[in-house]
């Protein structure tokens, strides 16, 4: 995100006072750091194999998991050379039966065309949510997730996530997790920017670990 753009975010999400104390309390996000999820990454393939990978499991077991299938690639990954690999070679990196499934319906929809993302950029973030689902292993959550952290899109709400539901009982006293129906009227006035709104629900959500 350019520096302008979330100034204008910000400027915008403190016009509601529940943002505006968390913006408050919780430093400005830094999107350029090392350690960022916002990583800038063109191959969405190879993106979208690492959300699969990392699904059920720990993140220290899953970068492990990833770390050695991505060197089963000499040079960039792609969805032949992913569909080249003999299952024991998966297995060998730790990836389960399942997962190999996934992986391998992944780069079937990517060679046939049905997952294509030179129209990522004209389509809208349900048009592409539903262009990710129809892949095995890929289901709403996954694809808010690529919308948010891969092609930046500013104005997701991934009300499928336990950490923005626990973000949002507590910063609006909720007595129960809420709905989707309940987070989407609450976040009304966030609009167009509530993929900046979440980064701060989870810096709550993550205060009770």
């Not at 990196?93 to 004209?122: E, H, M, R």
């Not at 689902?133 to 996530?161: E, N, Q, S, Y």
Request: aromatic share 12%; with cysteine.
């Amino acid at each position: 995100m350019l520096k302008k753009d979330l100034d204008e975010a910000l400027r915008h999400l403190k016009k509601d006072d529940n943002i505006s104390t968390l913006i408050k309390k919780f430093e400005r996000p830094d999107f350029d750091a090392e350690d960022s999820y916002f990583k800038k990454d063109q191959n969405y393939f190879k993106v979208l194999t690492r959300y699969i990978i990392h699904q059920q499991i720990s993140g220290i077991v899953a970068r492990v998991i990833e770390g050695r299938f991505n060197s089963l690639f000499k040079s960039e990954m792609t969805p032949r050379k992913v569909l080249g690999l003999k299952d024991d070679s998966f297995k060998k990196s730790g990836i389960s039966p399942q997962k190999i499934n996934y992986l391998k319906n992944l780069a079937l929809k990517f060679i046939d065309g049905i997952v294509d993302p030179t129209n990522f950029p004209n389509m809208t973030d349900e048009e592409i949510r539903t262009h990710l689902v129809c892949v095995k292993g890929i289901g709403r959550w996954t694809a808010d997730m690529f919308l948010m952290f891969t092609l930046h899109r500013p104005d997701v709400l991934p009300t499928g996530d336990l950490g923005i539901q626990k973000g949002f009982k507590k910063v609006f006293n909720l007595r129960y997790l809420p709905d989707a129906r309940k987070m989407e009227k609450l976040a009304m006035g966030w609009r167009p920017y509530r993929t900046l709104a979440c980064m701060y629900l989870w810096k709550v959500a993550d205060e009770d670990k």
